[in-house]
């Protein structure tokens, strides 16, 4: 997280702000948000906004007892 902020931080600082520069900003600063709520919210796969059923996993381990 830190390398990253390094990263931002020096891009942003030292780039003329132009629309090139804001865009790049704004995609990078999304693609880094957008996986780091995926880490987390992949931590707990059964609650949170993308939640993974347990339904194919029990029927699996159904017709494995079988």
Request: charged share 10%; net charge neutral.
């Amino acid at each position: 997280m830190f390398w990253i902020a390094v990263l931002f931080t020096g891009f942003g600082l030292f780039a003329r702000f132009n629309a090139t520069v804001a865009a790049c900003l704004f995609i990078g600063a999304l693609s880094v948000s957008g996986a780091i709520f995926l880490m987390l919210e992949l931590n707990h796969p059964c609650d949170g906004l993308m939640r993974i059923s347990g339904d194919t996993l029990r029927d699996a381990l159904a017709r494995l007892g079988q």
